[in-house]
């Protein structure tokens, strides 16, 4: 149900011609109402009902179904005398730049009194017409409506889903540019992803580093033991390093040292690369990767091993997009 802002009402300068919005919004709702009434007593079948159960009102609205034009005309030459009003207002107030503006501006209100046929009913428009420029002004709020909301309901929802199919369409036409190795493919790679090779750098240093930081660095100890143990195990099945242990005297000892010794450098090394990795220190080698990947065009020329690489991946990102657009957002707000 519409509510009326009294105080916006008042407020505003345009009193009078909100005043008679509301009287023509009445007199087309009425006159709308008239229209369906009079286009369902045209049927023989209805005329017959009516005069078998309710004589008095089929003989009482006979006549005016006879003279139907002539009483649609009395609304008809209302809504031409709003609209003439209107329009001498617009001229002197010189709210278009033109005199002749307005009726063009305003082709609604006309085409609804042409008094023929289903033109009629596109005086619907003038109904609308009167309701937004009301909301706009903010003296009813039509959005607050329980019509509006179901009838804006199912309008995004049929928006999301023609947006949907066709960005699918879009995209997949796009998968098949990047496979056949079009110019398509060239651009992405020179004028989008090589100047911003710095950026992707940064990017995939940042996120290793982040990967190394929350991954290795508190369990650190636990992977020096794990890695000890596995060089351990892998020495001990060594056959040309378990014969030191035949050695008189210090073969044991030796063999026990090495041990100790290759464990500590395995553990130490991966402990470095890790630390590394976990440090602005990989960028460079980051940087290195990427400019394999993209290097300057006209530089070198890119590998079919490579390219396929990059092609894939462009096509798996379009798939991720894809995957997304699928989502059926209004379906989440169903009852």
């Known amino acids: 149900m519409l509510h009326i802002n009294r105080q916006n009402l008042k407020s505003s300068h345009q009193l009078i011609w909100f005043i008679i919005d509301f009287v023509m919004l009445g007199l087309l709702f009425i006159n709308l109402a008239f229209i369906i009434w009079?286009?369902?007593?045209n049927f023989v079948a209805v005329q017959n009902l009516l005069k078998e159960y309710t004589p008095g009102l089929q003989s009482l609205y006979h006549p005016i179904h006879e003279n139907f034009l002539f009483y649609d005309m009395i609304f008809?030459?209302?809504?031409?005398?709003?609209?003439?009003?209107?329009?001498?207002?617009?001229?002197?107030?010189?709210i278009y730049d033109r005199?002749?503006?307005?009726?063009?501006?305003?082709?609604?209100?006309?085409?609804?009194?042409?008094?023929?046929?289903?033109?009629?009913?596109?005086?619907?428009?003038?109904?609308?017409?009167?309701?937004?420029?009301?909301?706009?002004?903010?003296?009813?709020?039509?959005?607050s409506t329980k019509a509006y909301k179901f009838v804006n309901f199912y309008y995004e929802a049929f928006m999301e889903e023609l947006s949907d199919r066709i960005v699918i369409k879009v995209l997949s036409g796009m998968q098949q540019e990047v496979r056949r190795g079009t110019p398509l493919f060239?651009?992405?790679r020179e004028d989008i992803l090589f100047?911003?090779?710095?950026?992707?750098?940064?990017?995939?240093?940042?996120?290793?580093?982040?990967?190394?930081?929350?991954?290795?660095?508190?369990?650190?100890?636990?992977l020096r033991t794990y890695?000890?143990?596995?060089?351990?195990?892998?020495?001990k099945q060594n056959h040309e390093l378990s014969r030191l242990k035949y050695l008189p005297v210090v073969g044991p000892t030796i063999q026990e040292t090495l041990e100790e010794a290759v464990g500590d450098i395995v553990a130490n090394v991966v402990h470095q690369v890790l630390e590394?990795?976990?440090?602005?220190?990989?960028?460079?080698?980051i940087e290195d990767i990427v400019n394999v990947f993209l290097p300057a065009p006209g530089q070198k020329e890119i590998s079919d091993a490579d390219s396929q690489a990059l092609i894939n991946l462009i096509i798996e990102i379009i798939d991720a997009i894809k995957s997304q657009v699928r989502v059926?957002?209004?379906?989440?707000d169903l009852p």
């Open 186 to 188: 060239d651009r992405i």
């Open 227 to 235: 890695l000890e143990d596995r060089v351990d195990n892998a020495l």
């Open 328 to 332: 059926k957002y209004w379906r989440e």
């Open 38 to 41: 009079d286009a369902i007593y």
């Open 76 to 94: 008809v030459s209302l809504f031409l005398g709003e609209f003439f009003l209107r329009w001498g207002y617009a001229v002197k107030a010189r």
């Open 195 to 222: 100047p911003r090779r710095e950026m992707l750098s940064d990017w995939i240093s940042e996120r290793i580093a982040e990967a190394a930081r929350e991954g290795y660095v508190p369990n650190r100890g636990a």
């Open 276 to 285: 590394d990795l976990a440090s602005s220190s990989n960028h460079a080698f």
């Open 99 to 143: 005199w002749y503006f307005y009726p063009f501006i305003h082709w609604y209100d006309l085409v609804g009194c042409i008094p023929v046929g289903s033109f009629r009913f596109l005086r619907i428009l003038r109904v609308i017409s009167i309701i937004y420029r009301l909301h706009q002004y903010k003296i009813i709020d039509v959005t």
